[in-house]
């Protein structure tokens, strides 16, 4: 091998060395450099740079849209009846600023760290365990089937109250909440059946209530026909008695007998 492939076969292993040796800090994270000493080293690593690794460390965190799951949570509600599930997903940023004093200053046990990516999430365990005890906090001011028609009062509530708890802690600069969704609600199943069978009794009543009024209605349109009857068969007795008066005293000549006319019956004794 010549010296000029020697010398090339060199660079080639020194720079495949030095590019192991680096970190990229990718769109939407911030690094910092860990001295041998384990202290931070400078100030936060911007997105786009590269990072030899090769003395001390590199830290990343991402910084921008992070979310928070709550699931499988069971809350309790204004009735004192524990909901059967209740999930949440939270959504927060970390000011790129922040994140070397957060990192210096806050408990280990405050972040979360990700095998896969490598990645620490700053504040996650933190904001996890806000979020849960706002959560828990809201709900309980609704009943347990008036939960998942509050859904949007909720959210705003428990983004409320998370944003008061960090301004609290003096974090409201370092931590910003974007969303709050809440992605179910079940109520327990003892609650629902008895509201279920609420429904039936009242649907039961309804229709009770419907009976008795229609037939209210017919008793009074019977009550108005025979009313009305009666009042025919009278009005039909006084034109036979007008009749009856007109042809004795010889007023009329020619009458219109109705088909059902009995005949007049003079009751008065003859004169002798």
Known sequence: MSSLSKHKLWLALVFSWVVAGCTRIETGEVGLRIGL?????GTELLPGSFNQTLIGSVLTFPVREIAVKLD?????????????????????????????????????????????SQDWYLMYNYVETIVNNAAYKAVREYRALEVADNRAKLEQEI????????????LQTALSVSLVQVRNVLPAQEIIRSANEVVTAQNALRAKEIEVK???????????????????EYMNAQAQM?????V???RVNTIIIPYDFKGIVDTRQATK
Not at 242 to 246: P, R, V
């Open 72 to 116: 499988n949570k069971t809350p309790l509600t204004l009735d004192n009846s524990t909901l059967a599930d209740f999930d949440l997903t939270l959504v927060y940023s970390i000011n790129p600023s922040s994140v070397s004093d957060l990192w210096a200053t806050k408990s280990r046990s405050f972040h979360a760290f990700e095998d896969k």
């Open 37 to 41: 000493d384990k202290q931070i080293a």
């Open 214 to 232: 229609t037939a209210q209605q017919e008793a009074l349109r019977i009550a108005a026909l025979n009313a009305n009857s009666k009042a025919i």
């Open 242 to 246: 007008k009749i009856a008066e007109a």
């Open 248 to 250: 004795q005293q010889g």
């Open 159 to 170: 983004k409320r109250i998370v944003s008061e708890t960090l301004i609290a802690e003096k």
